[in-house]
């Protein structure tokens, strides 16, 4: 996911990189676009929920994601977290 504008945390890679040692990956990349694919390590809600709270001043989250707990990412610089 790709996020650009003035009160974004830029020019570096957020979150965790994923392990391409293990099995099975590496050697055929055609075994990353599967489902037996990449791990997903950040939920893509953790980086919308603190989009729309740290940039957006959205406080309502639950009526966006209900009954989701996010992550804190990094990415936006007005994190409420």
Same mark, same amino acid.
Do not use: W
């Given at each position: 996911?790709?996020?650009?504008?003035?009160?974004?945390? &830029?020019? +570096?890679?957020?979150?965790?990189?994923?392990?391409?040692? %293990?099995?099975? /990956?590496?050697?055929?990349?055609?075994?990353?676009?599967?489902?037996? &694919?990449? +791990?997903?390590?950040?939920?893509?809600?953790?980086?919308? %929920?603190?989009? /729309?709270a740290g940039v957006m001043d959205n406080q309502n989250l639950e009526k966006v994601f209900p009954a989701f707990k996010s992550?804190?990412?990094?990415? %936006?610089?007005?994190?409420?977290?």
């Amino acid at each position: 996911m790709m996020v650009i504008g003035s009160q974004i945390n &830029g020019g +570096k890679i957020h979150g965790a990189k994923p392990d391409l040692s %293990a099995p099975g /990956l590496g050697v055929n990349t055609e075994s990353l676009l599967g489902p037996e &694919g990449l +791990k997903v390590l950040c939920d893509y809600r953790s980086v919308l %929920a603190e989009v /729309l709270a740290g940039v957006m001043d959205n406080q309502n989250l639950e009526k966006v994601f209900p009954a989701f707990k996010s992550q804190r990412v990094g990415l %936006a610089s007005n994190s409420i977290y």
